[in-house]
T-cell receptor, first 110, second 110 residues
Framework: EPEVTQTPSHQVTQMGQEVILRCVPI?????FYWYRQILGQKVEFLVS????????KSEIFDDQFSVERPDGSNFTLKIRSTKLEDSAMYFC????????FGPGTRLTVL | GENVEQHPSTLSVQEGDSAVIKCTYS??????FPWYKQELGKGPQLIID?????GEKKDQRIAVTLNKTAKHFSLHITETQPEDSAVYFC?????????FGTGTRLQVFP
């Protein structure tokens, strides 16, 4: 069964550093999403991406965040200058008719 | 703004009993309502979904009901088993992004 994969599984970084989280979508899916989940809380929408551009973003997705699909396969989330409050699980999701989630990247900002 | 409320936050049942989780949503444009199961350290896993053109959907021990007039939908798990123990999230969607509920921690005791 096809699945969404994410790397790395865990990323530890210093405050102010840049991080790039990577996702490999299910191959025939056209809609891509990033969500985050702070420990013990609900899953929150960050951004949706279709046809090589952002279709919607939440208020969480400020100028420090960016997404791209550089090579037509990987879908990346970049945080330019991480803050302590960026520590969370970040999930990639891709959609054909339903949204399927990857296993997540645990980001820890020290 | 768009909001999804979910109750209860925790639910403990004896193996073999039924479990019911309820959600209400605020955006009347929502037309897609998936349910996700999240086990510790993993990404949300789609277990069942329903679209606004039907009132009920069943898949083995799991069923979902939708009342569009009242803007609420429910997950029903019958004959619960210990492996059903997890956090369950409801979500609602209009065009693309999912708005998640706050989650229900289900514990099934043998």
């Amino acid at each position: 069964e096809p699945e969404v994969t994410q790397t790395p599984s865990h990323q530890v970084t210093q405050m102010g550093q840049e991080v790039i989280l990577r996702c490999v979508p299910i191959s025939n899916h056209l809609y891509f999403y990033w969500y985050r989940q702070i420990l013990g809380q609900k899953v929150e929408f960050l951004v949706s991406f279709y046809n090589n551009e952002i279709s919607e973003k939440s208020e969480i997705f400020d100028d420090q965040f960016s997404v791209e699909r550089p090579d037509g396969s990987n879908f990346t989330l970049k945080i330019r200058s991480t803050k302590l409050e960026d520590s969370a699980m970040y999930f990639c999701a891709t959609e054909g008719n339903e949204q399927f989630f990857g296993p997540g990247t645990r980001l820890t900002v020290l | 703004g768009e909001n999804v409320e979910q109750h209860p936050s925790t639910l403990s049942v004896q193996e073999g009993d039924s479990a019911v989780i309820k959600c209400t949503y605020s955006d009347s444009a929502s037309n897609y309502f998936p349910w996700y199961k999240q086990e510790l350290g993993k990404g949300p896993q789609l277990i069942i979904d329903i679209r606004s053109n039907v009132g009920e959907k069943k898949d083995q021990r799991i069923a979902v009901t939708l009342n569009k007039t009242a803007k609420h939908f429910s997950l029903h798990i019958t004959e619960t088993q210990p492996e059903d123990s997890a956090v369950y999230f409801c979500a609602a969607s209009g065009i693309d992004k999912l708005i998640f509920g706050t989650g229900t921690r289900l514990q099934v005791f043998p």
